[in-house]
T-cell receptor, first 115, second 112 residues
């Protein structure tokens, strides 16, 4: 079946602009995670959704970052007033949640470059 | 979650077994050992997890020491496609809501 998909695969923007990154989880997965990966490092947790609600947003670096999941499936990560330090690969993952195992399935990521 | 220590990199020969060590000396009784890998330009991929018994699946085997302070991931017959960064992660098992805390991982290069 289809895995986790993320769009766009690449996004280049200018400092100060607003960007939206989209994640389509595996159908039926109630848990959704966003991670950020800088060059040469492991992914870092940003936020976790269970259904429509953000159950843990402790990894969001500041209030420029915001994520939504209005219908409990697709999620959008929104970054306001982008900075060069926001350049990274943004990864989305989903898991079955309370109905199954905890294995997280990752998408291919969106590479964000802020000029 | 307990911290893990892995070698930064290792090489292995194609067709031979690759043994990837991980130290997790502060692991708690309810924490599992998970392994993920990340092939270049892809998202991480789940490999295997275990609590205290050795585990095997179609991808790999996981050997956990009796005191649970360390473990070894074994790729029985490494192929060039196994070249990736391998992450050992320790976390409490639950169905959801438990984020993965990645360290630096081990960069494995499988050579012909």
């Amino acid at each position: 079946g289809a895995g986790v998909s993320q769009t766009p695969s690449n996004k280049v923007t200018e400092k100060g602009k607003y960007v939206e990154l989209r994640c389509d989880p595996i159908s039926g997965h109630t848990a959704l995670y966003w991670y950020r990966q800088s060059l040469g490092q492991g992914p870092e947790f940003l936020i976790y959704f269970q259904g429509t609600g953000a159950a843990d947003d402790s990894g969001l670096p500041n209030d420029r970052f915001f994520a939504v999941r209005p219908e409990g499936s697709v999620s959008t990560l929104k970054i306001q007033r982008t900075e060069r330090g926001d350049s990274a690969v943004y990864l989305c993952a989903s898991s079955l949640g309370s109905t199954g195992g905890s294995e997280q399935f990752f998408g291919p990521g969106t590479r964000l470059t802020v000029l | 979650d307990a911290k893990t220590t892995q070698p930064t990199s290792m090489d292995c020969a194609e067709g031979r077994a690759a043994n990837l060590p991980c130290n997790h000396s502060t692991i708690s009784g309810n924490e599992y050992v998970y392994w993920y890998r990340q092939i270049h330009s892809q998202g991480p991929q789940y490999i295997i997890h275990g609590l205290k018994n050795n585990e095997t699946n179609e991808m790999a085997s996981l050997i956990i020491t009796e005191d649970r302070k360390s473990s070894t991931l074994i790729l029985p017959h490494a192929t060039l496609r196994d070249t990736a960064v391998y992450y050992c992660i320790v976390r409490v098992y639950q169905a959801a809501g438990n984020k993965l805390t990645f360290g630096g991982g081990t960069r494995v290069l499988v050579k012909p």
